[in-house]
């Protein structure tokens, strides 16, 4: 019997389909404000991640060339998968997804793991190992991405009920939104190349921890020291001074920022802390906003 031709709605909303540590899902009602004024012709959002912003700027603004990137070469296969190859992605990730629907709920777990071995020792680039990234992802504590020292993906299982793994809707409206969009995996500062005086660059690195139990690297299994913080200051700058590109970076409420941003607009946000075991530690933790254009200066709570 012939398969059933999929519809896609063409008016779909593309909306991150990871879930992300540090995503800017929950924040970007308070950040419109903070955006340039107008329209933007050129984006680049050098930290990927989930690309909430990009999301957000793709419905609000419409920039026609787009860059992506992240150094997390995993990441960087799934979001060019998702692009490219939806309808095989798709079909292993339906597969995946009656899997672990049909399963008995005490046999997830083994499913769960099993899956993450297989992404930890089959290691071939392609449409399986993205299926398997999504899957991990979907179902793992929190959605978080982690290595251990070997260099092995170790969240251990999140024990949700009904995950949403193969969300057709979504994925084809992210592929139809990252069709103006070039994916790179490589350093921040290769963006360069892409960045002219019509460029908008949002910058949303790891962020430096407030103390040292806060460290919120070990979520992301990224290293990005107090020199890799001052690398960026000083490639924020250049792309100012040189290229009189709009900037815009994310980062923890901490002192080092007021000095490696000395001269630009410093504005604090009230962010919500999701990324912890125990509830009662959640809440909102004052975070900042660095542009190079102005703005209205104000404190922006989040609603939550």
């Not at 990871?18 to 680049?44: H, V």
């Not at 892409?194 to 962020?207: A, K, Q, R, S």
């Not at 009662?280 to 190079?292: C, D, L, Q």
């Amino acid at each position: 019997m012939e398969k059933p031709q999929t519809i896609h709605r063409l008016d779909a909303v593309p909306r991150p389909f990871l879930k992300w540590a540090g995503g800017k899902g929950r924040l970007l009602r308070n950040y419109e404000s903070l955006l340039p004024t107008g329209g933007i012709n050129r984006y680049a959002e050098p930290f990927l991640g989930a690309g909430a912003m990009f999301f957000h700027l793709w419905q609000t603004r419409k920039p026609k060339f787009v860059w992506l990137s992240d150094v997390n070469s995993d990441l960087v296969l799934v979001w060019k998968t998702v692009r490219d190859q939806t309808d095989a992605l798709l079909e292993r990730l339906r597969e995946l997804q009656k899997q672990y629907d049909s399963a008995p709920r005490e046999n997830r777990n083994a499913m769960f793991l099993a899956v993450r071995k297989a992404f930890n020792t089959e290691t071939r680039d392609g449409v399986l190992r993205a299926a398997r990234f999504v899957f991990l992802n979907k179902t793992c504590f929190n959605g978080l991405f982690r290595r251990n020292a070997a260099g092995d993906f170790n969240v251990p299982f999140g024990g949700y009920e009904n995950p949403s793994i193969a969300d057709e809707t979504t994925f084809y409206a992210v592929k139809n939104a990252l069709s103006c969009a070039e994916i790179v995996c490589c350093d921040f500062s290769e963006c360069q190349s892409f960045v002219d005086t019509e460029t908008f660059v949002y910058f949303d690195p790891p962020y430096k921890p407030l103390s040292p139990t806060s460290s919120f690297t070990a979520y992301t299994g990224a290293v990005f020291s107090d020199a890799e913080q001052k690398r960026l200051a000083d490639f924020f700058k250049t792309l100012d001074q040189k290229y009189g590109a709009k900037l815009m970076l994310s980062n923890s409420d901490h002192s080092i920022f007021q000095e490696l941003y000395s001269g630009y607009n410093i504005q604090k946000v009230l962010a919500p802390r999701a990324i912890n075991r125990d509830g009662a530690g959640r809440g909102k933790i004052s975070e900042i906003v660095v542009t190079n254009y102005a703005h209205e200066p104000r404190t922006l709570a989040l609603d939550i």
